[in-house]
């Protein structure tokens, strides 16, 4: 048993690779890219010690090449997802009781695998199977992944280090013990760090997790299995289980040992899940921890002092990198109409700047979305864009699928604050501009902006509003505080970094847990107060008995 207050290695930010042409790392990940190309990976499930292959297989296609197999994976019955909690369960009680800096050390060094000899890897499965630009790749299935590790070890140092105050006589001190049972980690498409994050934060506490990785992110969650297998995390603590969506869910919720779920998906998923967890609450042996990020709408607001090209490159970034399917990425945008001529030229000289293609073509700023049901839900809002009077396509509106799932970024102008891509998720390259009239304004005027932004959708996630009036910035901070969880003053709303922006949002964007920060990790702990006293009283009677 480990002895001594120990001090875990500070936590700094994984730099970021630039991957300009003629750099050692853009040559590596080409030749990673191709590797994996042509690999015809095979994906079991993890389950225990097991690698378990179903025979039940479906192809991982690459979104911007969707005829073109690179692997198969394998899909659970039942029955799997059962013997992957027995064996979650069998494992939390050696993974409970092993010493903090015993996980720590792991999953420090499966930061330092995927930093290292793992990041291309890690890298050209995510822009193969998930159709991302080396950029986006990077700072995401590199340095995020990376970060989420590095800083929730961190964080768990200063959780174990919170202990309250102690009396005379009286030792007082609090444990951070694991939840009594598994936690259920559901990830999505987008983000491989994420996928990494959800399982292995809960881990990370002395929890066990039993993992469902989006079906289109099958081949990063591969890599991701690799590496923590080579960093020692022990059998059975995260099982990766593949399949049916709603048969997982309800076998992980009909367990009286489920104890906690760690999701990121949609909203109206999250919503079902909550409602099958109450109806289940009389099994359970504990009420489970219910944390969530959910979706979308997010908004940029730019008031008359706004810097056009500054408003113009947050819309251009903000709405369009990674194809805008990030939970952050703009999609409705409000600007004041003495500036709109300006934004307008700047962003349609952005879009139309724009290549698209492959990821393996690095000057490619723009790749596929994600699957054919996105690429169709997008084609009927451009559509239906193109037939509204009270809506005008300005740039973009194009898209072909004979291929890959190619959505070209779309810019739609709207008369009608509320038209419906200025209130639905579309989680794609398509964002929405209302205009509105700023003559003879003033702070009245300005909070009426706000006031419809903040009201227009259900979402609260992220927001930024560009401004060069502080009196304005600090009136929209107030006025928009429930608006976003993440709010962004002069610059676009994407791109939270861990350990510096914290991120998550609330209404129907989620629980706001904030991953990335002890908020996060607080969720999956369950503190233990042991009071001692050294010398017990012997007499029952108070001083206030005396006569």
């Keep these: ?234 059998d059975g603590v995260i099982n990766m289980v593949n399949g049916d969506p709603e048969m997982v869910t309800d076998t992980v919720l009909a367990s009286p040992d489920f104890a906690g779920i760690h999701f990121t998906g949609s909203t109206d998923v999250f919503k079902g899940i909550w409602s099958k967890i109450g109806s289940n609450i009389q099994k359970y042996k504990t009420y489970p921890r219910i944390v969530g990020e959910t979706g979308g709408k997010d908004f940029i607001l730019a008031h008359p002092t706004a810097n056009p090209k500054q408003v113009a490159t947050a819309i251009s970034r903000g709405a369009f990198e990674y194809q805008g399917q990030k939970c952050s990425a703009a999609s409705r945008v409000y600007l004041p109409k003495s500036l709109w001529s300006q934004i307008k030229d700047f962003v349609v000289q952005d879009v139309k700047s724009f290549k698209m293609g492959t990821p393996e073509d690095m000057t490619n700023f723009v790749n596929a979305v994600i699957h054919e049901g996105s690429f169709n839900k997008l084609a009927s809002y451009i559509d239906k864009a193109k037939k509204d009077k009270n809506a005008e396509i300005i740039v973009g509106g194009n898209y072909d699928k004979s291929k890959g799932y190619f959505i070209e970024p779309t810019v739609i102008l709207t008369t009608d604050p509320h038209y419906t891509t200025m209130e639905t998720e579309l989680f794609g390259p398509v964002v929405t501009i209302y205009v509105y009239d700023d003559k003879n304004f003033d702070a009245q005027k300005w909070a009426d902006i706000c006031e419809l932004v903040d009201n227009t959708s259900i979402y609260a996630l992220t927001g930024a509003i560009l401004s060069g009036d502080r009196y304005a910035a600090a009136q929209a901070t107030d006025l928009l505080q429930n608006a976003a969880g993440n709010f962004y003053i002069n610059d676009k709303p994407t791109g939270a970094v861990v350990g510096q922006q914290p991120f998550g949002g609330a209404r129907a964007s989620g629980t706001n847990d904030k991953a990335g920060s002890k908020m996060n990790l607080m969720r999956w702990v369950s503190a233990r107060l042991i009071k001692e006293t050294f010398v017990p009283a012997t007499d029952y009677r108070y001083p206030f008995l005396g006569e």
């Excluded at 050692?24 to 990940?29: G, L, T």
């Excluded at 099958?218 to 022990?234: C, K, N, T």
């Design 1 to 234: 048993m480990g002895k001594g207050f120990f001090h875990v290695p500070e936590a700094v930010n994984e730099p970021v690779k630039s991957y300009a042409p003629g750099t050692p790392e853009r040559e590596e990940v080409l030749l990673t890219y191709k590797d994996l190309w042509n690999a015809n990976t095979e994906v079991p499930l993890y389950i225990g010690s097991e690698q378990v292959k179903t025979g039940d297989t479906r192809t991982i296609n690459p979104p911007h090449d969707h005829q073109h197999v690179v692997g198969t994976y394998h899909i659970a019955k039942k029955k799997h997802v059962e013997k992957a909690i027995s064996e979650a369960l069998e494992a939390r009680k050696s993974w409970s009781k092993l010493e903090w800096e015993q996980r720590a050390a792991i999953f420090l060094k499966a930061a330092d695998l995927i930093a290292g000899p793992y990041r291309q890897k890690m890298n050209a499965a995510t822009m193969i199977g998930q159709s991302k630009n080396i950029y986006q790749a990077e700072i995401d299935a590199a340095c995020e992944i990376c970060d989420f590790l590095r800083f929730n070890v961190e964080y768990m140092a200063q959780i174990y280090n919170e202990q309250p105050e102690s009396s005379e006589g009286v030792w007082n001190r609090v444990e951070y013990r694991p939840l009594e049972g598994f936690v259920y980690a559901i990830t999505p498409f987008n983000f491989t760090a994420i996928a990494g994050n959800l399982p292995s934060s809960a881990a990370l506490m002395g929890n066990v997790a039993v993992w469902k990785p989006s079906d289109s992110q099958m081949l990063s969650a591969q890599i991701i299995m690799e590496v923590f297998r080579e960093a020692g995390l022990p």
